[in-house]
Nanobody
Framework: QVQLVESGGGLVQAGGSLRLSCAASGRTFSTYAMGWFRQAPGKERESVAAITWSGGSTYYADSVKGRFTNSRDNAKNTVYLEMNNVRFEDAAVYYC?????????WGQGTHVTVSY
């Protein structure tokens, strides 16, 4: 079992920055990859970023490449999503994800709202 708890969401001005965190517990954190997804109202959940167990490799959706940074601190069992130059289209509920061969684990989500 893996438990994931996101935090850090809130209201951010367009062009501003926000850092999301996802704290994990359960399985040994440093042994599995992590991902970030988001879901805007009326839209399907989409992959935003992912990071390998060591943090050595990352993946970004084209829509966030160059603006978002995915990182992890295995000593703190936490993965981060640094969001810079936030756009209106980034507004969504953001979820962290831990994929395993037998199932995927999800957090409860954290809301990001973008204002003028």
């Amino acid at each position: 079992q893996v438990q994931l708890v996101e935090s850090g969401g809130g209201l951010v001005q367009a062009g501003g920055s926000l850092r999301l965190s996802c704290a994990a517990s359960g399985r040994t954190f440093s042994t599995y990859a992590m991902g970030w997804f988001r879901q805007a109202p009326g839209k399907e959940r989409e992959s935003v970023a992912a990071i390998t167990w060591s943090g050595g490799s990352t993946y970004y959706a084209d829509s966030v490449k160059g603006r978002f940074t995915n990182s992890r601190d295995n000593a703190k069992n936490t993965v981060y999503l640094e969001m810079n130059n936030v756009r209106f289209e980034d507004a969504a509920v953001y979820y962290c994800n831990a994929p395993f061969w037998d199932r995927q684990y999800w957090g409860q989500g954290t809301h990001v709202t973008v204002s003028y």
